[in-house]
């Protein structure tokens, strides 16, 4: 076969995968049964599974993250923060963990009137970096639902960032802080409250 037509049936190749939408697949980074591939780096919080989700309950903020770190990817996942109180959860990625410490980016899960829902945190260090905190009371994101499973998908290619909360982007934002890290989900330490996640896949790039 010559080089022209070795190219051609190449190329013929990789339009087929293209348009059959063979690529990188989602892998599941929870099994909906156990938290093999978890870790509660607190001496504090409880976590466990129940109806198929991770519940996590604490009387002061903590989270649980995984044991594997990430790059490029896109994550996705459900969240429930429960139907009544005060309440407060996010979604770290590309985080860092140390003994009772877990810090880094991470999208937010906001049911107050403010609506910060898929906004972007630096959590433990430069704080809020979408949107601004001048950006309070005039900038709405989306109001997180109290008692219903919420949609997120976050994107992180290079220092490009995206969340997504219900299909809709909420946040688009390039930063070269961190390129990779672990994913961790948080309870916020309201005392009684039970945060609920599901669903939670992962394609890496």
């Not at 190329?11 to 697949?25: A, D, I, K, T, Y």
């Not at 109180?85 to 979604?91: A, D, E, L």
């Not at 140390?98 to 906004?119: I, S």
């Not at 709405?140 to 995206?162: F, M």
Request: charged letters at 30%; one cysteine or more.
């Amino acid at each position: 076969m010559n080089d022209k037509r070795l190219q051609s049936v190449s190329c013929g190749l990789l339009l087929l995968l293209v348009l059959s939408g063979c690529g990188p697949s989602a892998t599941s980074l929870f099994d909906g049964e156990t938290l093999n591939g978890w870790r509660n780096p607190y001496e504090w919080g409880e976590a466990w599974v129940e109806d198929g989700a991770i519940a996590l309950k604490a009387d002061k903020k903590f989270f649980l993250a995984t044991e594997k770190k990430y790059k490029d990817f896109t994550f996705e996942a459900e969240v429930m923060l429960p139907p009544e109180g005060k309440s407060n959860s996010g979604i770290m990625f590309r985080c860092h963990v140390e003994p009772n410490k877990v810090y880094g980016y991470q999208a937010e899960c906001d049911p107050t009137d403010r609506a910060w829902t898929g906004g972007l945190y630096d959590e433990g260090r430069r704080k809020w970096l979408h949107p601004k905190d001048e950006e309070r009371g005039i900038k709405k994101l989306v109001q997180a639902p109290l008692g219903e499973w919420i949609q997120y998908k976050i994107v992180a290619i290079g220092d490009h960032l995206q969340i997504y909360i219900n299909g809709e982007k909420t946040t688009d934002y390039h930063d070269d802080m961190d390129a990779e890290g672990y994913i961790a989900v948080q309870h916020h330490g309201e005392d009684g409250q039970i945060y609920r996640f599901r669903n939670i896949r992962i394609t890496e790039h």
